[in-house]
């Protein structure tokens, strides 16, 4: 009986952290595909690219593991930046079909110069010393790094809803996505508005892969390989609810966790059953509206 609970309290400590991790790199396309109406597959690839950077800034620039996910986030929001300013103000223009079209040939490119750069095989972030190790509570034993991770990923939950909320910004974010042409006519700079929306949602990402290559090991086609996964968080959580899609991140996250110790030889598949039932029973998903 014990044995079965310290297990339980460990799964579920791991898939708390996995869904944490899943609602870090899916929140900003939460934010551009349900918020900002903008379809970008691409987004997966900035999560990559925080991986790499931050991966790049500690064996290239000798920079110690938090100094480089400070380093990450920042390029990761840059390329963000850059991209939204030039390639994206084509894709907002384009319709429902094309914007497909163009980030997910977008996420084909950005794959195809990461295994030119970093070459094809898997690679993880290296833990620092600090938090290596476990701690033991009884019977139950603790990954350091997942609770850090954990942490990491709470706050910034906590943050993204005191930043559209309780700030000027938001107030901004949300008039310029209710009403763009008042929010104009008010003074409100609806593109440098959406631009450092963009921005900050390509960084959570950035922050997210960078966090999650324990889990999810960086790798050139990571951008495709977990689309998927971000895909199902967003729609499963309702579009453009960012409390949707921490539900469904941590949701989705025990039950994958849950299904592949109890089911291995059938538990890849529990979340895509899980993902079903939940859009069966609500179409619009968990926090969605019609």
């Not at 930046?81 to 319709?95: I, K, S």
């Not at 199902?232 to 409390?243: D, K, Q």
Request: net charge positive; charged share 10%; aromatic share 10%.
């Amino acid at each position: 009986m014990m044995h079965s609970l310290v297990t339980f309290a460990g799964l579920s400590i791991d898939g708390i952290t996995y869904g944490m991790m899943l609602f870090l790199i899916s929140v900003g396309l939460t934010v551009t595909l349900g918020v900002m109406r903008v379809v970008n597959l691409a987004h997966s690839a900035f999560a990559m690219i925080g991986g790499y950077f931050t991966l790049w800034a500690m064996q290239h620039l000798n920079v110690n593991f938090y100094a480089a996910l400070v380093l990450g986030i920042a390029g990761t929001m840059l390329v963000g930046a850059l991209l939204e300013r030039t390639l994206y103000r084509w894709v907002y223009e384009a319709n429902g079909l094309g914007q497909l079209l163009m980030t997910i040939g977008l996420a084909f490119i950005i794959s195809a110069l990461f295994k030119n750069l970093a070459g094809p095989q898997l690679q993880a972030i290296p833990v620092p010393e600090s938090l290596q190790g476990n701690w033991t509570f009884g019977a139950l034993s603790v990954s350091i790094y997942r609770m850090f991770a954990l942490a990491c990923s709470a706050v910034v939950a906590i943050g993204i809803w005191l930043g559209l909320e309780r700030t000027n910004f938001g107030a901004k974010l949300r008039a310029a996505v209710d009403n763009p042409r008042m929010a104009r006519c008010v003074g409100i700079n609806v593109p440098v508005v959406f631009s450092i929306t963009f921005a900050i949602g390509c960084g959570l990402s950035g922050l997210g892969g960078a966090l999650s290559s324990q889990i999810l090991p960086l790798e050139p086609y990571y951008a495709l390989k977990y689309l998927v996964l971000v895909l199902i968080v967003v729609a499963a959580g309702g579009l453009g609810s960012l409390r949707g899609s921490l539900y469904a991140a941590l949701l989705l996250a025990l039950i994958d966790t849950f299904g592949r110790y109890y089911l291995p030889v059938a538990g890849a598949f529990v979340i895509y059953l899980a993902v079903l039932a939940i859009l069966l029973i609500r179409p619009h998903g968990l926090v969605g509206r019609a």
